[in-house]
């Protein structure tokens, strides 16, 4: 796949696409987390960012293990985003939760 991308010199470009993606998958994946599970969930994307970090160091192919290293550090910033969410349900900007107790 790497020689394709590099063949047609368009690698950074496919690369810019995917990690916009990624980053822009996990905006609405925080808002759910935090809307059914709180800020309980940040373990889970410890585990997954560590699991991507992990797996970027394994692969050999530069694009894949470019796109495992965004995924990875996109997972520890949903960490700090989720306890954000939660700020940001407090001051009324997103919805409660209304099965959930909250600590505010």
């Given at each position: 796949?790497e020689?394709?991308?590099?063949?047609y010199r368009v690698?950074?470009?496919?690369?810019g696409?995917?990690?916009?993606l990624?980053i822009?998958?996990?905006?609405?994946?925080?808002?759910?987390?935090?809307?059914?599970?709180?800020?309980?969930?940040w373990?889970?994307f410890?585990?997954?960012g560590?699991?991507?970090?992990?797996?970027?160091?394994?692969?050999?192919d530069?694009?894949?293990?470019?796109?495992?290293?965004?995924?990875?550090f996109?997972?520890?910033?949903?960490?700090?985003?989720?306890?954000?969410?939660?700020?940001?349900?407090?001051k009324?900007?997103?919805?409660k939760?209304p099965?959930?107790?909250?600590k505010?």
């Amino acid at each position: 796949m790497e020689e394709l991308l590099t063949e047609y010199r368009v690698a950074g470009l496919a690369l810019g696409i995917c990690t916009f993606l990624i980053i822009g998958l996990f905006h609405p994946v925080v808002i759910k987390a935090e809307y059914h599970w709180g800020t309980r969930c940040w373990w889970l994307f410890l585990l997954l960012g560590l699991g991507g970090v992990v797996a970027s160091v394994c692969v050999a192919d530069f694009f894949v293990s470019a796109l495992l290293g965004v995924f990875a550090f996109s997972s520890f910033w949903t960490i700090k985003e989720v306890f954000d969410q939660e700020k940001r349900v407090r001051k009324g900007w997103f919805p409660k939760n209304p099965r959930r107790k909250y600590k505010f």
